[in-house]
């Protein structure tokens, strides 16, 4: 091996590069993870939620002071409705929490229908979102923040070289100067909108 590469520098400055430049990458993508403290707080995070959402017929996901608030607006069945999640960062833990559509709404005939003026407004009961305290600051008490969308697209060489464009593999995160924790469930949403942040779990 040894006279091979004294033979033919050029060709094992060829081959030794690459290797050389994967094993920076790698260790510099790992600095964050050592020097920067991972989340505290769990997160609360809806998915499939993207423009229905924003009309009628659509469950509405809001926090009033510390408190999260889900209704229904409209009087037939939405189109399709979001998923709420609670993930915790120091396990790695993530749990649905169930979001019931209001008794007695009309069936959605899939055809477009002029608006009520004045849609009506169900408050809906969600029992393991009762007890919770929520601060919806886009800044979570230890730093960090929620990122999704194209927001969190962060395509750098390295990616570009070996894995191709991640421009379009989006997935919501939690970041923290260069520390990032990615979020399960929320892969392959191309839209901004399609996944809401709600808010930070207090304790």
């Known amino acids: ?3 091979f590469i004294r033979d033919n520098p050029t060709i094992a400055f060829g081959l030794g590069l ?3 430049l994967v094993a920076v990458f790698l260790a510099i993508s790992g600095i964050p993870v050592l020097l920067v403290a991972p989340p505290q707080y769990e997160v609360l995070y809806a998915t499939h939620y993207n423009f229905y959402n924003n009309a009628h017929n659509a469950i509405q996901i809001a926090v009033v002071g510390d408190r999260v608030q889900v209704s229904y607006v409209g009087n037939t069945q939405p189109y399709q409705t979001p998923r709420l999640w609670r993930f915790d960062p120091k396990t790695g833990a ?3 929490i169930a979001l019931p559509l209001p008794a007695g709404l009309a069936p959605n005939s899939g055809r477009p229908v002029e608006a009520e003026k004045t849609p ?7 029992p393991d979102l009762a007890e919770l305290k929520v ?8 730093g ?3 990122r999704s969308g194209a927001d969190s697209y962060r395509g750098n060489v390295f990616d570009g070289l070996f894995f191709g464009s991640s421009r379009y593999r989006v997935q919501a995160e939690l970041v923290k100067d260069g520390r990032s924790i990615r979020l399960p469930n929320t892969d392959g ?4 909108n399609a996944v ?3 808010g930070w779990v207090l304790p």
């Open 94 to 96: 993530v749990k649905e």
């Open 189 to 192: 949403a191309h839209y901004g």
């Open 144 to 146: 960090y923040t929620f």
């Open 18 to 20: 690459p290797l050389l």
């Open 120 to 126: 009506s407004v169900t408050p809906i009961d969600v």
């Open 135 to 142: 601060d919806s600051s886009s800044l979570a008490p230890d």
């Open 1 to 3: 091996m040894k006279k």
């Open 196 to 198: 809401r942040f709600v």
